[in-house]
């Protein structure tokens, strides 16, 4: 058998293998491509405050009146903040079951307060568990089937993807190269043959949007197989391991609710328009405060910083473009941003739409392709 052959067939038998979850998670991609413009075009009541004030209430007292209105006696671990300043504060508390087979099973809890940073009220309490968009990005992550069963079907539909498109790459290139078959390398030819156009716009569709298909299938690759991620670290690392600093227990100890308010105040002051910070609170006695502020609404030129629980020091922090970063831990920082697109800024999001719309579509066309010769 011809190696032209053999590359055919591998494309063509895990094509058919993986094509439909394929399907699945670049429909899911598309709809999560601008979750969050559409949550703040649709929800604008919780999102945004009804008046912007001088003073804001402190951290600390913010975070009890979110934990007083969540359904169930729970602590908040994380807050979300926009630089806006006519943005709501989003605390939120979740329990996630791993050994779950559904989705209904994973997420024991998952609940969103929103409250008014201005005022303290409570805007909206949000069961996230039965968010529209939290089940989509679900879907796309897990095919709603848990954890252990779930993320390894999507992860290795992934890797079968990429070597469907890479050998892809090589049916492309046609058996004989000359102007002609060059010319139609690249454009799909006008012509009324249903046929035709079904098997042109498989093959140059796949050809275009091969390099931005290539990113996400390695950035989801990263988050599915964490040997996988480990060993880029460790390669690009130069098997240099980054350590955070231990919790040390200082002489004076404050409250937790005076180290909270003085650690957001001095990152609030430091906050623009474009901003967004993730603000996570200790969940153990050694556990830290920590903090991400991501610039621009993207993920790679974020700033990290961990700070004492007990004194509100800082302890570690981790800025974007730092010379002291392996080249490793910047690939991964970047990850997020190569997976949505975001990495060029709302445009690069808008290209992702159409890479996605078309992922969805390579599937059915190589359907289609095998079918016909088939009959």
Aim: glycine share 6%; net charge positive.
């Amino acid at each position: 058998m011809k190696f032209r052959t053999i590359i055919h067939q591998i494309h063509l038998w895990l094509g058919l293998l993986s094509g439909a979850i394929v399907v699945v998670l670049a429909i899911t991609g598309c709809i999560l491509a601008f979750e969050q413009e559409i949550k703040l075009f649709i929800h604008s009541d919780r999102y945004y405050v009804a008046e912007v004030k001088e003073q804001k209430l402190p951290m600390s007292e913010l975070k009890a009146i979110a934990e007083g209105a969540f359904p169930w006696e729970t602590k908040a671990r994380r807050v979300e903040i926009s630089g806006d300043p006519q943005r709501n504060y989003v605390f939120r508390s979740m329990k996630i079951n791993a050994d779950a087979w559904t989705y209904w099973g994973y997420y024991e809890y998952y609940v969103r307060v929103y409250v008014d940073p201005y005022s303290g009220e409570v805007v909206y309490v949000e069961d996230a568990k039965k968010d529209f968009f939290e089940l989509v990005l679900n879907l796309h992550r897990r095919l709603w089937l848990g954890e252990k069963i779930g993320k390894p079907i999507t992860g290795y539909a992934t890797l079968i993807l990429l070597v469907v498109l890479v050998s892809g790459l090589f049916i492309w290139v046609p058996r004989k190269l000359n102007k002609k078959s060059v010319k139609w390398m690249f454009l799909v030819k006008k012509t009324r043959n249903i046929k035709r156009l079904n098997f042109d716009f498989h093959k140059v569709a796949g050809f275009y949007t091969l390099i931005p298909l290539i990113l996400i299938c390695y950035s989801a690759m990263i988050w599915g197989f964490k040997g996988l991620d480990k060993s880029v670290l460790c390669l690009l690392n130069g098997n240099r391991e980054e350590v955070k600093t231990a919790v040390v227990t200082p002489n004076v100890i404050f409250s937790i609710d005076r180290v909270t308010d003085h650690i957001w105040n001095h990152i609030d002051s430091i906050l623009d328009i474009q901003n967004k910070v993730y603000f996570s609170f200790p969940r153990t006695a050694t556990g830290y405060f920590n903090v991400e502020i991501v610039h621009a609404d993207k993920h790679y030129q974020s700033d990290k910083f961990n700070f004492n629980p007990y004194s509100g020091a800082q302890m570690d922090a981790t800025l974007a473009g730092a010379a002291r970063l392996g080249w490793g831990t910047r690939l991964r920082n970047m990850n997020y941003d190569l997976h949505t697109g975001s990495i060029l800024g709302f445009s690069g999001r808008i290209i992702y739409l159409f890479v996605g719309l078309i992922a969805a579509m390579l599937p059915i066309t190589g359907f289609i392709i095998w079918w016909r010769k088939k009959k």
